[in-house]
């Protein structure tokens, strides 16, 4: 079964072709998902009864289940999201005066082992795919939607568990959908990716001139000292790291962030 959830647009349309469909079939896919935020195929009601089963057969509109709901007092909301293999998430809606932003995990568990962070301790356990990156968005969204204040998601920061260059190319995929006009149309410049420095791919992002933002885990200001916080640091020293920064911002011109703990 292949998850439409976890298609970016121009994979969809491949698959659509295979179908013997359309271009147009794709864009009407996504507007039923995204727009008019269908949850099963006997909703597309312009869609034939014969494509329909189809779709039933071979495709599916999973999302993850909320297994843990905490609210705090200002309205922060963190959830923990139950993948369909049993595995859990963390992701966090905060509300800001400029918008929604939701922090999105990328991997169960995280392989690069910082001293400071407890979601390396078991290591990575699996990448998560985009569609349960898109099922923590979806999530939120729908609470938010239940409160009834006319608010969604406008900001996605993937900087929950995991390493996003580590997961390059489902994270790709995630940023995609929630960019394109027919998904969740969030603006490139709202969306952040957080990586503790994985070089090759940050030249890899630079290049795919997303305009999205960029944001380094520094949290040292030396290598001896964020080797010893940060093992990824013995890979990818600092000069590396700020070489292929620097690399970002001519190829994006956008500004890159720094994360610190103090
Ligand atoms: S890369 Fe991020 S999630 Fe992974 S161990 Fe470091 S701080 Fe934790």
């Known amino acids: 079964m292949i998850n439409l959830y976890g298609l970016e647009m121009n994979k969809l349309i491949k698959v659509m072709e295979g179908e013997g469909q359309k271009l147009y079939r794709a864009t009407q896919l996504y507007s039923w998902i995204y727009e008019k935020k269908a949850t099963s195929f006997d909703e597309m009601s312009d869609i034939s009864k014969s494509f329909r089963e189809v ?3 071979k495709y599916c509109l999973d999302l993850p289940s909320i297994h843990t709901k905490q ?11 139950q993948l369909i293999d049993g595995y859990k998430v963390e992701c966090v809606l905060m509300r800001y005066s ?4 939701v922090c999105v995990s990328s991997q169960v568990g995280c392989n690069m082992g910082c001293s400071f962070c407890s ?3 078991l290591g990575k356990q699996r990448n998560l795919l985009p569609e349960e990156m898109m099922g923590q968005v979806l999530l939120i969204n729908k609470l938010l939607k239940e409160e009834n204040k006319g608010q969604h998601v406008t900001h996605v920061v993937v900087m929950g568990t995991g390493e996003p260059f580590d997961n390059y190319d489902n994270v790709l995929d995630f940023i995609k959908i929630l960019n394109h006009p027919k998904g969740l149309a969030i603006g490139a410049r709202h969306i952040t990716i957080s ?12 290049d795919e001139h997303l305009q999205s933002n960029l944001a380094i885990s520094l949290h040292a200001p030396n290598d001896e000292l ?9 890979a990818y020293p600092l000069d590396k790291v700020m070489e292929a ?4 911002e001519k190829e994006t011109k956008r500004r890159v962030t720094y994360e610190y703990l103090l």
Do not use: P, Q, W
Not at 71 to 80: A, E, F, H, Q, R
Not at 195 to 206: D, M, S
């Open 195 to 206: 990586t503790c420095g994985i070089v090759e791919n940050i030249y890899k992002f630079a």
């Open 119 to 121: 979601s390396g301790i």
């Open 226 to 234: 964020r080797s010893k916080l940060m093992k990824i640091n013995r």
């Open 98 to 101: 400029y918008g929604c932003a």
């Open 71 to 81: 609210v705090s007092k200002d309205g922060t909301i963190k959830l923990l999201v």
């Open 245 to 248: 920064v620097r690399y970002y």
């Open 55 to 57: 779709l039933k057969e």
